[in-house]
């Protein structure tokens, strides 16, 4: 059995307003066999694409290699928009040695509500994946009963937005269409999708995921 371990910390800062929220990287950054164009940071792995978007979003030239200065231009970027990144699993042990949420066995989750309790500016949770089984909001869900809290539908519409009361704030969520390619098969089949696709066939995933990201980053 592989323990698999979050590499990274929370990048979470007293400024900011809005935390992405997913699960784990794949298991190679935590044993440290990164891809060339990988960053040793949260959302990392160039496969996940989670910065290409924002790249494109932004225009931003991101580098993707292991240099500090890749790293930093990510860093950098987050605290100039008031994002941070808190993963909600700390750990789970796995069967197979890959990147799958189904294949998570044994999960230890973060505390999340402890960090939105810690830095009151946060107002937004951006989930990168919906409440399919392991998925940031399932297991979110799973998190909030342990405060006897819940989320409140706000919207059905993908993304779907739901929202909870912590004390005398109003915490919305987002759940985003995954950043991975294993997406791209339910993308294909939402009605959105195939109507703009229809419109420009030269219209793609990718596209539509710049799309939906560009709202919330």
Known sequence: MFLHEH???PFIT??????IVGTLPPPRFSTGE???KDVDFCYGSYYNSLWLFIDEIHQLGLRYDHSKIAVNQRKTFLKDHHIGICDIVQSCEREKIDASDLGMQNVQLRDVVGYLLKYPLIDTLLFTGGNSKNGPEYFFRKH???YHLKLNLQSSEVPRIHHFKLGNRIIKTVSLTSCSGAANISISRLPLYRQLKAKNPDFNTFDFRVMQYREFF
């Open 7 to 9: 590499p990274y910390k």
């Open 14 to 19: 007293h400024s900011t307003k809005k935390l």
């Open 34 to 36: 990164l891809l060339p």
């Open 144 to 146: 909030l009963k342990i």
